[in-house]
């Protein structure tokens, strides 16, 4: 079984904030401007869920506009 979610990105997205968009607290906001929105903690919570179920997650950007996120459950 598997899920994707996608949405259109404000500001593009490079390669060097997908390997880090799991890391606890990492915002792809260059500012790092806690005014903007978001703590960071959204998608690192949800590794650890998909990861205590036995599922793998993972996030791309084919085009650097969007952003994909994918989780898939053994069964």
């Known amino acids: ?3 994707t979610v996608s949405n259109l ?3 593009p997205v490079n ?3 997908l ?3 799991f890391d606890r607290f990492y915002r792809m906001d ?3 401007n806690s005014e903007t929105g978001g703590h960071g903690i ?3 919570m949800a590794q650890a869920i998909v990861n205590d179920h036995g599922g793998k997650i993972g996030a ?3 085009d650097g506009n969007s952003f994909i996120v994918t989780v898939s459950f053994p069964g």
């Open 1 to 3: 079984m598997s899920l």
């Open 9 to 11: 990105c404000a500001t």
């Open 15 to 17: 390669a060097a904030d």
């Open 19 to 21: 390997r880090h968009v």
């Open 30 to 32: 260059a500012s790092r």
């Open 42 to 44: 959204g998608l690192s």
């Open 60 to 62: 791309t950007s084919p």
